[in-house]
């Protein structure tokens, strides 16, 4: 039996670990101790439409055991990389002991490129982009909530079935999984919704919530916006991954409330207790990936001779937010929660 790894198993990982172990896949967990102490009595995993599973006897690879092992000592099959960007390139270092020349690297992070370092340090291995477009919630210790809609996606590779082999064997109600020939392109559509992620942390509410003021969404349409010049720059047709098309997805977040709910009633069909990582990143005053998102657009603009100036702001007050630079913040003179019309005047200014 193939055996895998999930390294990192924050939310997303160690849902993802416990639905492969619900399916009788050779799975184990590399974790925070904290995370393996929630999860080693057993995991109850639910989801927004209803499906149910008790997952027992998850299997833990703890980070001092795998420190001490010796290069092909471990067997792993399929390695899932479930850090998150700015974390890749401690774990490229942590899970060398993981990876013989037959292990295929998973790479699930969001915004663009952080697949690279991953490439660069095992140029003989298969490394595969995935994209993970559904959100996590712990609703209770031990209760791993999917809040909301995607199918978990693989890159296609010419070497071998393996993406056609990981799809059929994890495919499930809880886990869907689907498979792409242009990840490129999807991963600047998930890009794309992840702007959100900002404006969620700075709104300092669930999602839901935030979808349902017209004011939060007119910021995201803003930086959409600014998304789609830069897509439409570099030739790239974005895949349809909502109810409705990249093109139009900003026009209708600037609808009316009430014509909003009748047009996006999917965009709306979300746990209402959904938060973005980064709203959570910034709770627990962790770094975040503000650089690989918001920031992705705006350093793929500059190279291309033009600008983003709304995406580069809310990146400035992301990064002053999260500094611990006190008089950089005081500059900027918002703190959360930050109002949507607070919002709307700080991405104005010039």
Same mark, same amino acid.
Request: charged letters at 15%.
């Given at each position: 039996?193939?055996?895998?790894?999930?390294?990192?198993?924050?939310?997303?990982?160690?849902?993802?670990?416990?639905?492969?172990?619900?399916?009788?896949?050779?799975?184990?967990?590399?974790?925070?101790?904290?995370?393996?102490?929630?999860?080693?009595?057993?995991?109850?995993?639910?989801?927004?439409?209803?499906?149910?599973?008790?997952?027992?006897?998850?299997?833990?690879?703890?980070?001092?055991?795998?420190?001490?092992?010796?290069?092909?000592?471990?067997?792993?099959?399929?390695?899932?990389?479930?850090?998150?960007?700015?974390?890749?390139?401690?774990?490229?270092?942590?899970?060398?002991?993981?990876?013989?020349? !037959?292990?295929?690297?998973?790479?699930?992070?969001?915004?663009?490129?952080?697949?690279?370092?991953?490439?660069?340090?095992? @140029?003989?291995?298969?490394?595969?982009?995935?994209?993970?477009?559904?959100?996590?919630?712990?609703?209770?210790?031990?209760?791993?909530?999917?809040?909301?809609?995607?199918?978990?996606?693989?890159?296609?590779?010419?070497?071998?079935?393996?993406?056609?082999?990981?799809?059929?064997?994890?495919?499930?109600?809880?886990?869907?999984?689907?498979?792409?020939?242009?990840?490129?392109?999807?991963?600047?559509?998930?890009?794309?919704?992840?702007?959100?992620?900002?404006?969620?942390?700075?709104?300092?509410?669930?999602?839901?919530?935030?979808?349902?003021?017209?004011?939060?969404?007119?910021?995201?349409?803003?930086?959409?916006?600014?998304?789609?010049?830069?897509?439409?720059?570099?030739?790239?047709?974005?895949?349809?991954?909502?109810?409705?098309?990249?093109?139009?997805?900003?026009?209708?977040? #600037?609808?009316?409330?009430?014509?909003?709910?009748?047009?996006?009633?999917?965009?709306?069909?979300?746990?209402?207790?959904?938060?973005?990582?980064?709203?959570?990143?910034?709770?627990?005053? #962790?770094?975040?990936?503000?650089?690989?998102?918001?920031?992705?657009?705006?350093?793929?603009?500059?190279?291309?001779? #033009?600008?983003? @100036?709304?995406?580069?702001?809310?990146?400035?007050?992301?990064?002053?937010?999260?500094?611990?630079?006190?008089? #950089? !913040?005081?500059?900027?003179?918002?703190?959360?929660?930050?109002?949507?019309?607070?919002?709307?005047?700080?991405?104005?200014?010039?």
């Amino acid at each position: 039996m193939s055996s895998h790894v999930i390294f990192g198993a924050g939310l997303i990982g160690s849902y993802i670990g416990a639905c492969m172990h619900q399916l009788g896949v050779n799975v184990a967990l590399v974790c925070r101790p904290t995370i393996k102490h929630k999860l080693v009595s057993g995991v109850t995993l639910t989801d927004y439409q209803e499906h149910h599973a008790n997952v027992t006897g998850l299997n833990f690879l703890d980070t001092d055991v795998l420190a001490r092992l010796e290069p092909n000592q471990l067997k792993c099959d399929f390695l899932w990389l479930t850090v998150k960007c700015q974390s890749v390139a401690q774990a490229i270092q942590d899970i060398a002991p993981l990876v013989s020349d !037959k292990t295929v690297i998973l790479c699930c992070q969001n915004g663009l490129g952080s697949e690279k370092p991953v490439q660069n340090a095992f @140029p003989h291995n298969v490394v595969l982009r995935v994209m993970v477009p559904f959100n996590v919630v712990e609703l209770k210790t031990g209760h791993l909530h999917r809040g909301s809609q995607g199918h978990l996606t693989i890159e296609q590779t010419t070497k071998g079935q393996v993406s056609e082999i990981l799809q059929e064997r994890l495919n499930s109600p809880l886990l869907p999984v689907a498979l792409t020939d242009d990840i490129q392109a999807l991963l600047w559509a998930k890009l794309q919704l992840n702007l959100g992620n900002s404006i969620n942390a700075l709104a300092d509410i669930p999602v839901k919530s935030m979808l349902q003021q017209r004011g939060y969404r007119v910021v995201i349409a803003t930086l959409m916006q600014e998304l789609l010049m830069v897509t439409d720059e570099l030739g790239i047709e974005l895949p349809k991954v909502t109810s409705v098309p990249a093109k139009i997805v900003p026009y209708v977040l #600037k609808l009316p409330n009430f014509l909003f709910t009748l047009v996006a009633n999917k965009m709306l069909a979300v746990d209402p207790t959904v938060r973005t990582s980064m709203w959570w990143d910034m709770s627990q005053g #962790k770094p975040t990936e503000i650089r690989y998102l918001n920031g992705a657009v705006v350093s793929s603009a500059e190279r291309l001779g #033009k600008k983003a @100036p709304a995406n580069k702001r809310i990146v400035a007050l992301i990064e002053s937010l999260t500094s611990s630079n006190g008089a #950089k !913040k005081d500059l900027l003179n918002l703190s959360r929660p930050i109002s949507a019309i607070q919002l709307q005047n700080f991405i104005r200014k010039r």
